[in-house]
Structure formats: C-alpha cells, structure tokens
C-alpha cells in the first residue's frame, strides 16, 4: 500500500554531550507540499535535517523516505532526496553546466535532455555555460536546485534556501518551489524569514529546543489568533475606550493616535462594537482589519511575545 507521507519522523532524538538536541520528534510530509521548519537559532531544525539526509546519525527514532527505514534502507532512502543544507557547494572555475555533468556522472539514469530540462526550469539558460564564479547568490541558489532535481528526488530538502537573496530571488524561488510540489515533489524548507515562509509554506511545524511545539497549516496558525481592529473614529478615544469597557468588558481595547484597537474574532462582534460606538455619537470612519502574521504567531508560540504554548498538532 502506498504511504501519504513522502517523509515520516517517529519520535526521533539526537543526543549530544548529555542533552536532546532534538527531543522525540515527530511529523510526516505528504506528497506535493511545501512543508516548512519553524524555530529560533539553536531550536534543532539544522541538526534534524542532517539527520534526515544522513549526514549524522540519530540517537533514537524513525526516519522514513517513502516507507524506507534511512537505517535499513540508506542507499535506496536518499535516492528519494535531493537536498542543500546550508550553501550549495560548486565548482567555481567549471560552468554551471559542467557542475550539473559532474553530478550527473555520480546520479544513474541522468541524461544531458534531464540536465537542459531542470536548466529550463530555474530559468538559467543564459547563464548556464558561464563560470559559476560569475553568478550572483540568486543564481548560484538556482543552481543549486537544479543539481538536487537532477535525479527527479520525491522530496526536497531546502536549508535556508533565501539566506541573501534579493526580492525577486525570493519571489522567484518561491514560484520554483510552489511548480514543484505541483507536479508532486515533497518540500521541507528550514527558515528563520517568517514572512517568507508565510508566503512559501502549505504547513509548518514550529520547534523550540528540540522539542515540537505546533504543527499545522500556514492558515490555521495565522487565522486563529484573534484580529486586531482599527477602528478610526472623532471623538474622545477615552471616552470610546471606556464605553467599550462598559458594554464589552471581555473585550481589551487599546488607544493609538486616532485609532481604538480592539481584538475580534467575528464579523458579528465587529458589527456589534461599530454599532454601540455610532449610537453613543461617535463619527466611525474607518475599520480596517489587522490579522496578527506568522511572526507575532511565532513570538506568541515561543513564548517571546506571550506565553508558551502546549504542543498542538494539526491538519495532519
């Protein structure tokens, strides 16, 4: 029977100088999304990508690649991957296109029509018979993708992959990225640029000294916190403040320039508070509303921004 999950983490723990770096981890990437890791610098993302790719070995737990066991099975796992963990490595004084050869000649079934096919795809044709040591970082990031793909991986592995790329570098990958998992490839991307995961991601699981704290869709983690709503009225804010105090006293308002902020969850709760502040006089005119993004989530989830929270697992 084939597995949903392309990637499978089964209570994994990497142990190192008497303490969990990883602490009994667990999560699966399905097929076709972009799954992203979530966590301050120390929080075990590196460390559980080296283990997933093999390049160190875990201290307990399972590490599955298409229902291959990467300690029974580690040579059929990692045909399954292609992976950059942290910068990719070429060589400089060869073209870009000689780079991808020499890989190929390591990769069985690589063919020079799957090298001009994966060239095509991160759009390097003009530049791909120029020495690598031209490139701009964008460039040498798309190369880089373009060398993990050349062996049609079902899942890719992506280490800070927008670590000093410009806009539209990042823009650019993203759209990579999301071509990719549409055709089927699994994507895991460790980052600490929340926004851009925010755009990036399907899911993301959150990860907090070793430990997993949240995992669930992008969506999810953003749409459930409370909204902030701006509301921009004539009138004193003070008065506003504490009318809101009086007839809404679960709610916490906040004044700001010309504006009353209030957290909302509902349309109707908006509705309710506009209507008691235009009844008692207030000239209302303008609400905008204010979602809190992926890192004041984040800030929240960690506990730097709020209080930590228990673990919660998602849209699995």
């Known amino acids: ?118 060239v ?67 994507i895991v991307v460790s980052s600490h640029i929340l926004a851009e995961m925010e755009l990036m991601c399907d899911r993301v699981a959150v990860i907090q000294n070793g430990k997993l704290i949240r995992i669930d869709n992008v969506t999810n983690v953003t749409d459930q916190a409370q909204a902030r709503v701006h509301f921009l009225l004539q009138g004193s804010l003070n008065d506003a403040k504490s009318l809101l105090a009086e007839h809404f006293p679960e709610k916490t308002a906040e004044v700001s320039d010309k504006e009353l902020i209030v957290e909302a969850n509902t349309t109707q709760e908006i509705g309710d508070i506009n209507k008691r502040l235009v009844e008692a006089g207030f000239l209302v005119y303008g609400i905008q509303l204010k979602k809190k993004t992926l890192e004041e989530r984040f800030l929240e989830m960690t506990g730097k921004g709020g209080d930590l929270n228990e673990v919660s697992v998602a849209g699995q």
């Open 120 to 186: 095509k795809l991160v759009e390097l044709e003009q530049a791909i018979h120029k020495k690598v040591k031209t490139y701009s970082l964008g460039m040498r990031q798309r190369l880089g993708v373009a060398q993990a793909l050349l062996h049609r991986p079902s899942l890719l592995i992506l280490d800070e992959p927008t670590n000093g790329l410009d806009p539209q570098g990042m823009h650019d990958l993203r759209n990579y990225l999301r071509l990719l998992a549409d055709q089927g490839t699994s």
């Open 1 to 118: 029977m084939e597995t949903v999950h392309t990637l499978e983490l089964k209570e994994v723990t990497k142990k190192m100088k008497g303490e969990n770096v990883v602490n009994h981890l667990s999560f699966g990437v399905r097929k076709g999304e972009i799954f992203g890791l979530l966590g301050p610098n120390g929080a075990g993302k590196t460390t559980t990508i080296r283990m997933i790719v093999g390049l160190i070995s875990m201290s307990g737990g399972e590490i599955l690649v298409n229902g291959l066991d990467i300690r029974k099975n580690y040579e059929k796992a990692m045909e399954q991957i292609g992976a950059i963990v942290e910068n990719p490595q070429m060589y400089d004084y060869l073209t870009g296109y000689k780079n991808l050869m020499q890989y190929a000649r390591i990769m069985p079934g690589v063919t020079r029509e799957r090298i001009d096919e994966v």
